[in-house]
């Protein structure tokens, strides 16, 4: 780990000074795979626990931790040692049961609900050429997708989420009473047509009620 990490440390620093396609594409592909297999690692001691007062990442995070320590460049240091951060502390959090199973389970969902749009995000991206997609964007994707990895963005996610629904629920609402009042205002037209009908209606009775009548004067 410590040696592919130094070479990886090396790599990122050629990279920022000659970003080419092949570099970007073998430096993100390598970080996404330490990432997948911690997160895999971590879900799978997680599943295999069924109390969450009992998962322990230990050996999951280990790896990232010592990587954080050894590696050099500020933007790798940052990405690996955000994720063994972030897995540290579901752990704490798990431990002492301040979650909940129920609310950790809902949680790893969405970390991995937003692992996986911001990993599509970057599939796409190294599709593209070099110029279209950067180095530094794709160091960026990465980092975030690291990040994603953590209760603080899950909750984040979430919130935004019930943000955009409560947005959601709102606008329908604001819809209903706008057709509501559609609805009443067409009432009224029907309603005022069909007085107007029948005013007609009896009209021509009395108009010629009132013809009959000048005869007989």
Known sequence: MAENVKRLDAAIVDCHKTPTRACRDAIVGEL???????WRRF???FN???GVANVAIDTATAGLTSAAVIVTQETAKNILAGVA?????FRSSAQKNLLGEQSAVILIGQMDSDR??????????LDSAIAAYSFTRAMTDISEYGSSLSVISALISMQRAG???????????????LLTTQIQADELRIKAAELAASAARLAPPAAAAGASAVPGR
């Open 32 to 38: 996404r795979t330490y990432i997948d297999d911690y």
């Open 43 to 45: 879900k799978s001691d």
């Open 48 to 50: 295999g626990r069924v």
């Open 85 to 89: 951060t972030a897995l540290l502390a």
């Open 116 to 125: 996986l749009v911001i990993g599509a995000r970057i599939d796409a991206g």
């Open 163 to 177: 943000a955009a629904n409560a947005q959601k629920v709102k606008d329908a609402q604001a819809n209903v009473t």
